[in-house]
């Protein structure tokens, strides 16, 4: 009882201490809004407008008690073994230019006991004072940058991750990357084992991808095997994906102490050729698997005239589809393989039924193709117990030249700078708006723009062995690993972590 008393004051009282400082930072921050934002030039005056009253703090605990200060209104009442704790706060200012910005900030926190409440508040709190910090100073670089509080809000969001755009960020440097080391994984291929083949520079290893709106958690690869302890996740796709599975094996490898808990379930090693691999890990009864596809429908051959010749069924699924069913987490991507080169031009290429199209363009087949994937999906996948993604198309950085005609991308060892407009490939509009029409629920991991600055990820010509390296052709399109597929795979552990956001475009 005692301690209980003193502990309801004391988390009072350091509500009240907070919430001062936060409201003279919140005062500082909008004195300092107000001298940023105008240039000294053309100095107007200002009003600044803080309603005091209306800032309020409700507290309910066991205790009833009545504490009013700082124009606040503090009140601690019965109620259940519940602490609830609200806090309001509108300010606003008026400028005689006529620019008006209202704040609205609500948090609510409910939890069981006061340990936790007390966490919980402080972690609020703290949020709210980075947040109004950080905002002025990193604004301020440009003087005719519209500053809004919309910005300020989405910093005090942050954390909201629900409701977070986590595709929508930038790399940032951090040391504490790579999440691996090439040499600690037996799974790398080599078309991505860069290091391994030679390449010496590292920056291009310590890039971490930072949303604007929130944070995402750095990979944990035991939270994720428990996460997917007992299930199957399965990627099915291209290269790519192959790459990203690459990726998530070496991600989750580094939480296996013994070599032997990890295998192939029938013993093959990884080669560009096959593309049929489950890998088990032992202690956690869980298999990561992947089953190549390029176009995720059913390539195939017809007579057309006199020939036979290779077609595309793209009213057919993929014959592999089998082993992709009963997975419990998908993984499906297609993009690169629609290609002009890769599908003859469209010329007596794609079939449906029994008719081959003499011609037919690639936008329409790719958009037929997805839709017989949608169906699949539909009728295969109970949305209770799978979870679907679909990654989108990833950039490939072929700069004065095809991939076969002497394009490159060897000389970048950086990001490209993100103020770069990024154009969004027509596929990926495609898939967004077969996705929408899906009766389940779809992810998508949307990590073309985020990849399109990372030009630096190529194994260009370190995409085969040092005696085997052949300058004049460079591989922009997969990545070295560790590697930009391991930004992906963060995001992929982000959304299994968190609750399923399906998709929605908007
Ligand atoms: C401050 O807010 C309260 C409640 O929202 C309102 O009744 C009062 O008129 C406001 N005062 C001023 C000066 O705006
Ligand atoms: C404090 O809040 C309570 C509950 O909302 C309200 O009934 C009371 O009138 C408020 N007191 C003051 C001084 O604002
Ligand atoms: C803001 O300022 C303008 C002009 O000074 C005034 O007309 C308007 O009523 C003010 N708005 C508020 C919300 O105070
Ligand atoms: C608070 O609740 C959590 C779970 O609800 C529990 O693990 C923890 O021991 C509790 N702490 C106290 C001090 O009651
Ligand atoms: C400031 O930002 C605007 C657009 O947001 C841009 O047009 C302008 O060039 C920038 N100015 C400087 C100095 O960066
Ligand atoms: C932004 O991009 C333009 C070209 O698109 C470039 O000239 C400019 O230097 C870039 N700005 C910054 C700050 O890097
Ligand atoms: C490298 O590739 C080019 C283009 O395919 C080819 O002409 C050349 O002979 C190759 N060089 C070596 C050393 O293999
Ligand atoms: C994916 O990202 C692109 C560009 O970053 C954006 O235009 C598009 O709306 C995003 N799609 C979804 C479904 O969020």
Avoid at 236 to 246: A, L, P, T
Avoid at 269 to 292: M, Q
Wanted: glycine residues 6%.
């Amino acid at each position: 009882m005692e301690r209980q008393r003193s502990f309801s004051l004391k988390s009072t009282r350091l509500l009240v201490f907070s919430f001062t400082i936060s409201s003279s930072l919140l005062f500082c921050f909008f004195f300092s809004f107000w001298l940023f934002t105008d240039p000294p030039s053309n100095f107007r005056e200002t009003h600044l407008q803080f309603n005091q009253s209306s800032l309020s703090v409700f507290l309910t605990t066991k205790k009833a008690q009545t504490f009013t200060s700082f124009s606040g209104n503090f009140t601690i009442n019965k109620g259940g073994n519940a602490i609830l704790a609200h806090t309001h706060l509108r300010t606003s200012t008026n400028s005689s230019s006529g620019r008006s910005v209202v704040s609205d900030v609500e948090k609510v926190v409910r939890l069981k006991n006061e340990s936790g409440a007390f966490v919980e508040r402080k972690r609020v709190s703290e949020a709210k004072v980075t947040s109004l910090a950080g905002s002025p100073v990193r604004k301020s670089s440009n003087s005719s940058e519209k500053i809004t509080l919309s910005a300020v809000k989405r910093k005090i969001k942050r954390k909201k991750s629900s409701q977070c755009d986590v595709f929508n960020g930038r790399w940032v440097f951090d040391e504490s990357y790579p999440l691996y080391a090439y040499s600690s994984c037996p799974f790398i291929d080599e078309g991505f084992n860069c290091q391994a083949n030679g390449r010496l520079d590292r920056d291009y290893l310590k890039w971490r991808w930072q949303p604007d709106d929130c944070d995402i958690p750095r990979f944990n690869a035991l939270k994720m095997l428990e996460l997917i302890r007992g299930k199957r996740l399965v990627f099915v796709g291209d290269s790519i994906n192959r790459n990203q599975w690459e990726s998530l094996l070496c991600l989750l490898r580094g939480a296996i102490t013994d070599p032997k808990k990890v295998y192939e379930t029938d013993g093959r090693r990884i080669t560009k050729e096959r593309g049929d691999y489950s890998f088990k890990f032992v202690d956690y009864h869980c298999t990561v698997e992947y089953y190549v596809t390029h176009f995720l429908v059913h390539e195939s051959k017809a007579r057309v005239g006199q020939k036979r010749v290779q077609t595309l069924r793209i009213d057919t699924i993929d014959k592999g589809s089998s082993k992709w069913k009963g997975a419990d987490i998908l993984v499906f991507n297609t993009a690169h393989w629609w290609s002009h080169h890769k599908t003859k031009a469209g010329l007596n290429y794609y079939q449906e039924g029994y008719q081959v199209h003499h011609r037919l363009d690639v936008s329409t087949a790719f958009r037929r193709a997805l839709i017989t994937w949608a169906a699949w999906v539909d009728r295969h996948i109970a949305p209770g117990k799978t979870r679907v993604f679909f990654r989108s198309s990833e950039p490939s950085h072929f700069r004065g030249g095809q991939w076969n005609s002497g394009g490159h991308c060897k000389e970048s060892t950086g990001p490209l700078n993100s103020n770069q407009s990024i154009n969004y490939p027509e596929k990926n509009i495609i898939v967004e708006q077969v996705l929408k029409q899906m009766k389940t629920p779809v992810v998508l991991l949307n990590i073309t723009s985020l990849s399109e600055l990372r030009i630096d990820g190529h194994p260009s010509i370190y995409g085969r062995k040092p005696g085997r390296i052949n300058s004049s052709i460079q591989d922009c399109s997969h990545w070295c690993l560790p590697g930009v597929p391991d930004a992906w795979n963060e995001l992929l552990y982000f959304y299994l972590l968190s609750k399923q956001k399906p998709f929605s475009a908007d």
